[in-house]
């Protein structure tokens, strides 16, 4: 399998003109991985309480990242009730109180300092407000349309990528 079975660029095309608040929600998800892993990573080297805030920011993003990105499961090895957790999490109002419990923990960190990490609060209380909007709306809950095509149930139990290494 190539790389572009698993990606689907023409979809990203798609999903913006889609007006689902809930594929807004993932790709804002998405780039919600990176940024709380790199300002968790920069929230480290404080010398007071922010340090437990800048583990937990980058705890989030690993687990944001199998949560948005379902693939991920079948490439690194995740204990069952792992995945049932995450599948449980495939409704918009299930996303909604998911990201609104990471924004009241990073808003916490603002307690102890004002940092980085108040990027990270504001942009998970957007990321539920967008699968808030899903719900209120009653929008279905969709994923984007450039990783959709590879249903996780579909994929082998040995990944490839795991094979290879």
Sequence with gaps: MAFTDYIKFSGFKADLQSRNFSIYGQWLGIFMVFLSIALGIVNLFHANAVIVF???SIVQGVILAFVEIP???KIFRVPDSFISLVQKLDTNFKRTLFYAVYAIIQWL???CMATSLIAV???FTIDMIFYALAAVFKQDFHKS???A???VTDMPVDAQIREAL
């Design 145 to 147: 349309n450039v990783v």
């Design 54 to 56: 800048g583990i937990l």
């Design 149 to 151: 095509s590879v249903d």
């Design 71 to 73: 693939f991920l499961m």
């Design 109 to 111: 960190s603002l307690l």
């Design 121 to 123: 609060a504001v942009l």
